[in-house]
């Protein structure tokens, strides 16, 4: 038997169109997209399917569109046998990560993210606060960059370990350029200024986290039925701890590398990624080469995982 975690990507991975075609020829996974429809009180699926690229692109929308996708994936899966012991997901994805288990209610959670992505977006001024990617520089090395930076033009810290050489830091504008020169100077492979709208998973994200605590007090969650692996601990969480761990997360890293880990230490062979695009499935490839990776994210690719997993079992 194949030791399977579920995983969701998280901001970056949205396209106008994603998850259009399995909504189209899947009941389970067109009921998800009314259901957001109708919690957000608008025809938001149809700004998923074909709206505007820049609306699309505004967090308070990305964050409740790839939630919606990503579980209207994972309801199709779980329609064709599909289980998992794990789940996990990237910044926003540990929402998806946390219906697909069952802790929390998808319309409660789209109704969250939206909250989310609205409260992101207005903690930092557009244009004040960005992030880069930074690859081939040790953790170490890097944190030692981005103290001297802070020092010299301004607030900026990792904010995503996403595998072995690949990190993303966040934090102000003047900073993080700043940041990104020093890290070219001290034989980083390549630091470039990523297209986001805001400074995430940074200290400058607090007023944000502070708006979201209230917000998560109406939400029901129950004990996870998969475990679920917070961004903040790269461990389990618990029922009494999902609130705390999803405020903290506004603020702190994600930390992929060490979730990815875990997962493998727990025996975890097969990762099928359930949501637009394929970089999380990159991030587990880069991690261990051996661990088997089903990205999801159309019709033809789903009936490819399907038809694997059972060969596998």
């Not at 009314?34 to 998923?48: G, K, T």
């Not at 199709?76 to 789940?87: I, M, P």
């Not at 097969?270 to 661990?291: C, D, H, M, Q, Y």
Request: glycine fraction near 8%; aromatic fraction near 6%; proline fraction near 5%.
């Amino acid at each position: 038997m194949k030791n399977i975690a579920v995983i969701f990507p998280g901001q970056g991975a949205q396209h106008i169109g994603m998850g259009k075609e399995i909504s189209e020829e899947l009941p389970e996974a067109k009921q998800i997209f009314d259901l957001a429809d109708h919690a957000l009180q608008e025809s938001f699926s149809e700004l998923i399917f074909s709206g505007e690229e820049e609306k699309l692109k505004r967090t308070e929308n990305t964050q409740p569109a790839l939630l919606t996708t990503s579980v209207a994936i994972w309801r199709a899966l779980e329609n064709r046998g599909v289980t998992a012991s794990y789940a996990a997901g990237h910044s926003l994805g540990e929402y998806s990560a946390l219906v697909a288990s069952n802790a929390m209610s998808f319309t409660e959670a789209v109704q969250a993210v939206r909250k989310r992505g609205q409260f992101m977006e207005e903690a930092v001024p557009e244009g004040q606060g960005t992030m880069a990617a930074i690859l081939g520089m040790e953790r170490e090395k890097l944190e030692e960059v981005t103290l001297q930076a802070s020092e010299e033009a301004g607030p900026v810290e990792p904010a995503n370990f996403n595998c072995p050489g690949q990190i993303v830091i966040s934090g102000s504008t003047p900073g993080v350029e700043r940041a990104v020169e020093l890290a070219k100077d001290a034989g980083a492979k390549r630091a470039m200024i990523l297209q986001v709208s805001g400074p995430f998973h940074s200290s400058m994200m607090t007023p944000a986290a502070e708006k979201m605590k209230p917000e998560l007090t109406h939400v029901d969650i129950t004990e996870p039925q998969m475990k679920v692996i917070a961004n903040v601990t790269g461990k389990p969480v618990a029922k009494e701890q999902i609130s705390e761990a999803l405020i903290d997360q506004i603020y702190s890293p994600v930390l992929w590398e060490e979730t990815i880990r875990y997962l493998l230490d727990q025996g975890v062979d097969t990762f099928i990624e359930a949501g637009p695009g394929k970089v999380l499935s990159g991030l587990v490839k880069k991690i261990n080469r051996r661990a088997v990776t089903l990205p999801v994210y159309d019709l033809e690719t789903l009936e490819q995982a399907v038809k694997k997993l059972k060969e596998d079992n």
